[in-house]
């Protein structure tokens, strides 16, 4: 039973190009979080999406970020015309429900680095 | 406004049992108790999770006292491998609020 899958592992941009990281969440799992975390912080909370739906975006920043859960296919964060600012560990995170005693699975994280 | 406040970091010898207190005073009755492990380049990890009183796995115990307004997670006889940053989280997605907020955890050295 696979757990929740990130690619790339490492990516690296230059200043505005386009980032696209992309997460599968563990089989069986409906709900997909994104996290940044910038070196020694904790995680922020970007956005929560469910299948085909965007739930609670209000982490994520308003212009150059967007985030998708398609019915099929891995959920994607998008990152546009990068800054150096956007350099960061991006973490998935998945579960089944949304259920206040349900813990999350987290990815290995895409390390995002931009020249 | 932080929902949970932690330790910044800790020391501890191998062989030593270490206990992390987090404050956490606005809980809501619906709302349970998670800890969260993370070593460096990887995601957290789900360590226990609790509503009251107490719980105890293979991995820590963590204990919660009757007004819920802390919680101790306690790692017995910790060693090198257990370094790493450790997240209280308070979970608040019934009320529509920003699910399992992350602050910035305790950071735990394992020192030989």
């Known amino acids: 039973n696979a757990g929740v899958m990130q690619n790339p592992r490492h990516l690296v941009r230059r200043r505005g190009q386009e980032a696209r990281l992309r997460c599968s969440p563990m089989k069986g799992h409906s709900h997909v979080y994104w996290y940044r975390q910038l070196p020694e912080e904790g995680l922020k909370f970007m956005v929560y999406l469910q299948k085909e739906n965007i739930i609670d975006e209000s982490g994520m920043p308003k212009e150059r970020f967007s985030a998708e859960f398609p019915k099929e296919g891995p959920s994607i964060l998008r990152i546009q015309q990068v800054v150096r600012g956007d350099s960061a560990a991006y973490f998935c995170a998945s579960s089944t429900t949304t259920a206040t005693n349900e813990k999350l699975f987290f990815g290995s994280g895409t390390q995002l680095s931009v020249l | 406004l932080a929902k949970t406040t932690q330790p910044i970091s800790m020391d501890s010898y191998e062989g030593q049992e270490v206990n992390i207190t987090c404050s956490h005073n606005?809980?809501?009755?619906?709302?349970?108790i998670t800890w969260y492990q993370q070593f460096p380049s990887q995601g957290p990890r789900f360590i226990i999770q609790g509503y009251k009183t107490k719980v105890t796995n293979e991995v820590a115990s963590l204990f919660i006292p009757a007004d819920r307004k802390s919680s101790t997670l306690s790692l017995p006889r910790v060693s090198l491998s257990d370094t790493a940053v450790y997240y209280c989280?308070?979970?608040?997605?019934?009320?529509?609020?920003?699910?399992?907020?992350f602050g910035k955890g305790t950071r735990l050295s394992v020192i030989a």
């Open positions: 606005n809980i809501a009755t619906n709302d349970y």
């Open positions: 989280l308070v979970g608040d997605r019934d009320s529509g609020n920003t699910p399992l907020v």
